[in-house]
């Protein structure tokens, strides 16, 4: 059984900076791509960044610049450094993994998602 848990999220001031972490456990051969996506209230879950198991990154316009996608695979985690947020980045935060399990199988797994708030 694969878990993704996701931490770090809470209330922040425009300005301000959060970094959440997502790490994987349970039994699994290997993590491949790793991302970030969001919800904000009435709105669709978007993409907001990724990062290979060789390192490249990919991040959405409205935060390039200011969100900094990372991981460690030793520690089977990856981390989104948040800086100059702003109250549109108000959303769950959800993690998302490409895993091939040890029985073979390969696909897509999500976190529980953390609340960031946004506001003065």
């Known amino acids: 059984q694969v878990q993704l848990v996701e931490s770090g999220g809470g209330l922040v001031q425009p300005g301000g900076s959060l970094r959440l972490s997502c790490a994987v456990s349970?039994?699994?051969?290997?993590?491949?791509?790793m991302g970030w996506y969001r919800q904000a209230p009435g709105k669709q879950r978007e993409y907001v960044a990724i990062?290979?198991?060789?390192?490249?990154?990919n991040y959405a316009d409205s935060v390039k610049g200011r969100f900094t996608i990372s991981r460690d695979n030793a520690k089977n985690t990856v981390y989104l450094q948040m800086n100059s947020l702003k109250p549109e980045d108000t959303a769950v935060y959800y993690c998302?993994?490409?895993?091939?399990?040890?029985?073979?199988?390969?696909?897509?797994?999500w976190g529980q998602g953390t609340q960031v708030t946004v506001s003065s």
């Open positions: 990062i290979t198991s060789g390192g490249s990154t």
């Open positions: 998302n993994a490409d895993i091939r399990t040890v029985v073979g199988s390969r696909g897509g797994y």
């Open positions: 349970g039994s699994f051969f290997k993590i491949y791509t």
